[in-house]
């Protein structure tokens, strides 16, 4: 409740600096309220990601007062539309998790950290970040900027110029650098780890032991089992079950590889001037059948 009042008095409150205040004092008045069973090794965490890979699912489990009674790290949301647009003036407030950080690497190298801290990045194949940014721009997303704008020109294309349209779009923002710059930097550190949609929409579950196992979050079966409980696919898409379509609910479908249902010759083509290397340097580079 604390972060969203923070994000929506950003402006009024002089930008991100002014938000950051805010934070810091609903930070103190929440945690006072919050009984902390264990405190986290780490001063910061930071989860860096770009759009479109359960930024929004991994928000909602790390802001859960289970989460901060494990960790007594409050949540900070990072706000700006981040990638090529990315910037840190400072270092994140003390105990503090960041969440859904849509940065590169370079960007994230240029926030101050403290000795302890732990980083991961979710890493997701870029096609089927087009098909969901392609249908979120399109129905589903809430119109802040730059939606309006896109939703704006994708109603006057059809859906193979929409497509190609959106690539373009995530081209200009840097989503697909950012996601290059990422894949060796998890080497010969134990503070930064890869982790992957796939392996997310898989099995949510799995995926979030392993996630609370790397970032030393010790918590109880029961207390893990009823945080997921409380966010699990269905309770996000009004009891929809993960693989069933809504193109106009923000949790559209919740798998990967549904690019394969709307790629075709042309838009593979397209994508693949636009990319080069990028599925083969991500580990996606998979034979193309039409």
Known sequence: MFTSVAIRLRRKLGGIKGAIRLYEMCRRFRSNCVKVLRKS????IYHCCTQKTASQWLR????????????GLN??????????YASFSGPLPSRTIGVHLYIGYSAYLTIPKPSAYKTFFILRDPRDIIVSWY???????VPIDPIPDLRKDLQKMNFHEGMKYMIDRLDEWG??????????ADKDT?????FRYEDLSRDN?????????????????DKLLSLYGRHRFEKHSGLRKQGVEDQHSHYRKGISGDWKNYFDSSIENYFRRKTGDLLEALGYGESWHF
């Open 75 to 84: 949540v900070l949301p990072y706000v700006q539309l981040g990638l090529n």
């Open 205 to 221: 579950l799995a995926f979030l032991k392993q996630l609370f196992d790397y970032l030393n979050i010790l918590m109880p079966e």
């Open 190 to 194: 134990e503070k930064i780890r890869i």
């Open 175 to 184: 989503s697909f650098e950012a996601q290059r710059s990422w894949i060796n």
């Open 135 to 141: 249908f979120s721009a399109r129905f589903s997303h």
């Open 60 to 71: 909602a489990i790390l802001s859960d007062p289970t989460v901060l009674k494990y960790t």
């Open 41 to 44: 090794p780490y001063e910061n």
